[in-house]
């Protein structure tokens, strides 16, 4: 059995011998491939069924079987018992490998030819297989196979292998079909030599490949920088990551401490309303009784008012002389009467003061929050991450944000006379009837504007002689000496000196020399968000004059603060 299936795989190997030798016969690598590895056979074996294998690959496959005491082929799936036994099939090999040797090729792939969408191989007869290059020398596309010359000729080795295209043939001139290897930088297109002679004498022209080299030159320029901004731009998203999760801690912290700021007022009140409602019961009982006691007595009084009269009745009706005179003497006097005077009786109106007290203080309570909400909603509106909006560069640009500004009479000096509306200033020698008020600078010339400062906002001060224009904090101190309460001295407010010998900028006691046109006119623009304070000097064109960079923790109040000198003056423009 083994010899007859030995001679029928020589005789498919004599009969694949014979072919070889026919000129011209192509041989598919799959006929010399071992089914289970899918290579070139090694060491071939014949199995019975006429069936050819590598012999490791089908001893293994057959090692796998040996359980089962039944063993079969691969590929048309006969079984053998017993185990056959596997003997090199020599010829086979020696085929095989002299098949290696004289070039067996391997049929290509159904991926390897070209579809309609791919680039052919021009030099492919048939069925075209996919270019694998083009040349634009050549003005041809290529396959591995038909490529290798490019490789192998040396004048070939010269011409120049792209990617390959399908727009080989707009390289060639369209009027002259020649290969169009001149750029002409007049018409900004590519041309021929002989087009250089004709309709492009006289150009600006210079090689394709330079023109190439060039363009390539600022196309690397450009994708350094695209590739700069991509870096600076996923920057910029990881730092907007960082900011959306530190935006929602922020406000997830904000609404949990508002949250428990309301409970503890609602607390409160809850406590006061209690205390209120304990007070009154308390102060109803100790009245109720106080009544009570009183119209007891009176009416003891009355029951004992109503006997003596019964019995001055009865004894008014004795028609016995001696009994009437006999009786008389023994009437018991009667007690001494309440005082009815002492009852002041005042209908409904008992306890309507404490109504009236509570109404004073939830109206002074609306008062303060409508004052203070507006700064909460102003500070929630006002949140704003992306603080990438410029300074504006115009008066024009700078009115966009004009705030109508006035000062708060409770914070003015006695010195300083507020007029137009509360929106003038002048230092005065002699003191104003102002009202006492905790707000008041007592030291310093001082004002402070009623409306509070948050945003982006923009305001002019029209000056003459001596003045600071100012922004601060509310609660910078109002009774301290200049160390606490001058604008400029300490860490709460921020101050431009102005004064026909120049401008100066004071901080927290350090002062800054400012160099700039003088103006009797002063623009300030407050970013609060952003931490920006700019002084201007406003006359035809805007001059800055000094810019802050900076946090501000809190909100800011526009103010004033004057010189010890006669003539003074300061008014918050009206812009709109």
């Known amino acids: 059995m083994l010899f007859r299936s030995e001679l029928k795989g020589d005789s498919v190997v004599l009969s694949l011998r014979g072919k070889i030798e026919q000129k011209g016969v192509q041989l598919d690598r799959e006929r010399f491939s071992c089914s289970i590895c899918l290579d070139l056979l090694k060491d071939a074996v014949t199995i019975p069924c006429g069936h050819n294998y590598c012999m490791s690959c089908i001893k293994a496959h057959w090692d796998k079987e040996d359980e089962k005491k039944l063993h079969s082929c691969p590929q048309c799936r006969q079984t053998f018992t017993p185990r056959p036994v596997l003997v090199k099939n020599t010829m086979l090999t020696d085929l095989v490998e002299e098949l290696k040797k004289t070039g067996l090729q391997a049929a290509p792939a159904d991926h390897c030819y070209a579809g309609p969408e791919d680039v052919a191989c021009d030099v492919c007869t048939g069925r075209r297989l996919k270019a694998f290059k083009s040349c634009l020398v050549c003005l041809a596309s290529y396959c591995e196979k038909h490529l290798q010359r490019h490789y192998d000729v040396p004048p070939l080795k010269k011409h120049k292998l792209v990617e390959p295209s399908n727009k080989l043939q707009e390289n060639i001139c369209s009027l002259h079909d020649e290969v169009m290897k001149i750029f002409c930088r007049t018409d900004q297109q590519c041309i021929c030599y002989l087009c250089l002679m004709d309709e492009h004498k006289g150009h600006d022209t210079v090689s394709a490949a330079a023109e190439r080299t060039e363009r390539q030159r600022e196309l690397e320029g450009s994708r350094l920088n695209i590739q700069q901004r991509i870096q600076d731009r996923e920057k910029d998203v990881k730092l907007l990551h960082q900011e959306v999760e530190a935006i929602n801690l922020s406000a997830d912290k904000t609404v949990e401490d508002s949250e428990k700021i309301f409970t503890e007022l609602i607390r409160l009140f809850e406590k006061r309303s209690s205390d209120v409602t304990q007070q009154v019961r308390s102060q109803q009982r100790t009245e109720v009784s106080r009544v009570k006691e009183l119209q007891e007595k009176l009416e003891q009084e009355i029951t004992e008012l109503k006997r003596n009269d019964a019995e001055l009745q009865k004894l008014s009706h004795t028609e016995d002389l001696n009994q009437f005179l006999l009786n008389y003497p023994s009437q018991s006097p009667l007690s001494e009467s309440t005082d009815s005077s002492s009852i002041n009786i005042r209908p409904l109106s008992y306890f309507e003061d404490v109504t009236a007290a509570v109404s004073e203080v939830r109206d002074k309570l609306l008062d303060v929050l409508r004052e203070k909400w507006t700064n909460v909603s102003l500070m929630v509106t006002e949140v704003n991450v992306l603080l990438s909006q410029p300074e504006p560069t115009t008066r024009d640009g700078f009115l966009e944000y004009s705030r109508e500004l006035t000062l708060d009479p409770n914070t003015a000096h006695r010195q300083l006379s507020l007029s137009d509306g509360n929106r003038k200033a002048t230092f005065m020698s002699e003191h104003q009837s102002y009202s006492s008020h ?103 064109t805007m001059t800055l004059l000094h810019r802050v960079q900076t946090t501000f923790t809190q909100p800011l109040y526009a103010g004033l603060h004057f010189f010890y000198m006669s003539g003074s003056t300061a008014e918050l423009c009206k812009l709109k």
């Open 438 to 540: 905790p707000e008041r600078f007592t030291e310093c010339l001082q004002v402070l504007s009623r409306e509070s400062l948050t945003g982006r906002c923009y305001w002019e001060v029209e000056w003459r002689g001596g003045v600071l224009v100012v922004v601060a904090y509310k609660d910078i101190n109002r009774k301290g000496k200049w160390d606490d309460s001058g604008f400029g001295w300490n860490d709460k407010s921020w101050a431009l000196r102005c004064h026909k010998n120049g401008y100066i900028f004071r901080n927290n006691k350090v002062q800054t020399r400012v160099s700039g046109p003088q103006s009797s006119i002063v623009g300030v623009y407050l970013d609060h968000n952003a931490g920006i304070l700019s002084f201007y000097s406003v006359s035809e």
